[in-house]
Each structure stands twice: as structure tokens, then as C-alpha cells.
């Protein structure tokens, strides 16, 4: 994990890989818990058996939206910005979802400091690189600009 002191550190960093977080498993009961949270139900992940039947991949896949919902925990399984007091979203510039990811894939993220600048009331506005990778797979399955303001 990488360690920043101040927002200085972190602005120095704008333009560098931050790290690489450990593989999350995505389940079924996840991906079936997403849907009962968000109300998205469509088959492709939640119905086991017709996705055996009909998918190229032989399972259902996870949502997208659960797929990025990972980005916060990679973030902070790869850095850690002393001093913070809390930290909001503050939306997204870029997200694609370029794979599928299979129910039982493993997810990792690969984190960037894309920008890194001043903002109102102590804080820092920092856009995240994120890209979420699929265990052996070439495609990543997102890739995302995430912008979050931390404050001290």
C-alpha cells in the first residue's frame, strides 16, 4: 500500500500508477444481490439456467455497475492519503465496459493518478485511472475516470 502524507505527495504523483489491489471473486449471490438492490433483475444475471443455456459464456455476468462499484474498495486496498476527514464522489469523467465479466471471474484493479488539483474549502480533487481487470483474461472489463474530493 502506498502511503501519502500530505496532498503535495499526492499531487506529485498525478500521471503515475498508485498500484495493483488483490483479486475480488465475483458470485452469484453478489451479482443476485445487486439486482434486488438496484431492481435490475434482466436475466443475463440472475437467471443461472437460461444463461447456460443461451450466453456465450455458458454463466451469467455481473452487472457493470456492480463491476465499477468495486473501484472504491481498489482504491483504498492501494493508497492511503493522510489527514483525510472524509472523502465524497464527485462523478465520473470516462467509464467503458469493455468485457463480461462471468459469474466466478476474479476482478482486480490497476490504479492511476490521472489529476490531482486544489478544491474549495481544503480540499483536493483527484481523478482516479481505473481500470478493472478480469483474471486471465487480455480485455479489462472497465475502465473508468473517477473523481473524488478528499478534504483534511
Not at 437460461?50 to 483504498?76: C, M, N, Q, Y
Not at 493522510?82 to 464527485?90: K, R
Not at 490521472?114 to 478493472?132: F, H, K, M, Q, S
Request: with cysteine; charged share 25%.
Amino acid at each position: 500500500m502506498r502511503i501519502f502524507r500530505d496532498f503535495d505527495e499526492i499531487k506529485a504523483a498525478a500521471g503515475t500508477e498508485v498500484g495493483v489491489s488483490d483479486w475480488i471473486e465475483v458470485t452469484q449471490e453478489r451479482i443476485d444481490q445487486f439486482a434486488r438492490a438496484t431492481g435490475d433483475d434482466q436475466w443475463i444475471h440472475v437467471d443461472v439456467e437460461r444463461a447456460k443455456r443461451e450466453l456465450p459464456t455458458g454463466t451469467t455476468i455481473a452487472h457493470g455497475l456492480l463491476t465499477l462499484s468495486f473501484a472504491p474498495v481498489f482504491v483504498r486496498s492501494v493508497m492511503h492519503l493522510d489527514g483525510v476527514t472524509n472523502t465524497l464522489n464527485y462523478g465520473a469523467d470516462r467509464i467503458r465496459y469493455l468485457a463480461p465479466v462471468p459469474t466466478g471471474s476474479r476482478l482486480r484493479g490497476r490504479i492511476t493518478i490521472a489529476a490531482a488539483e486544489d478544491a474549495p474549502r481544503n480540499g483536493l480533487r483527484v481523478t482516479y485511472g481505473v481500470t478493472i481487470e478480469i483474471e486471465n483474461h487480455e480485455r479489462p472489463a472497465c475502465v473508468a475516470e473517477l473523481i473524488a474530493v478528499h478534504y483534511r
